[in-house]
């Protein structure tokens, strides 16, 4: 299995086009997943961002998504992040929502006060999901 490519100019290019009045809440969203761990690199996957791990893992089935964290999802107004294997975090936080049958689970970021209060759920989640992986 080969590894994603980090490449977190793409990513700051993807930004840099956004509605400026929300593209400071994608950017802060950004900073708190990649500040969480050295272990998380960014590109444009699905045609957004998203992050995964870095890291030597054990081989695995791509259509199981092992290395892939997290994917933003961009509404109007807000930040929908989703996990695509959210499902195996054991979230105590209750940041986690959703019961996808597929074993995805997501979160919602509507402001940057919505942020403040559940940044670090976010980033304990993200610490969860990196214990998880099958190094």
Do not use: C
């Not at 195996?88 to 986690?96: A, E, V």
Request: no cysteine; hydrophobic share 40%; charged share 30%.
């Amino acid at each position: 299995m080969s590894k994603e490519i980090n490449d977190s100019a793409s990513v700051t290019a993807y930004i840099q086009k956004l509605d400026l009045a929300f593209a400071p809440l994608v950017e802060a969203v950004r900073k708190l997943i990649l500040t969480s761990s050295n272990e998380i690199g960014e590109h444009i996957k699905w045609n957004a961002p998203a992050f995964f791990y870095t890291g030597e893992m054990k081989p695995f089935d791509p259509k199981t998504y092992k290395r892939d964290l997290v994917v933003m999802h961009l509404r109007k107004g807000f930040v929908l992040l989703v996990f695509p294997t959210g499902a195996t975090i054991p979230d105590k936080t209750g940041l986690l929502e959703g019961d996808f049958t597929d074993g995805r689970r997501t979160a919602t970021f509507k402001n940057s006060d919505d942020l403040k209060t559940k940044g670090k759920d976010l980033q304990k989640v993200i610490q969860h999901w990196l214990k998880q992986v099958e190094k």
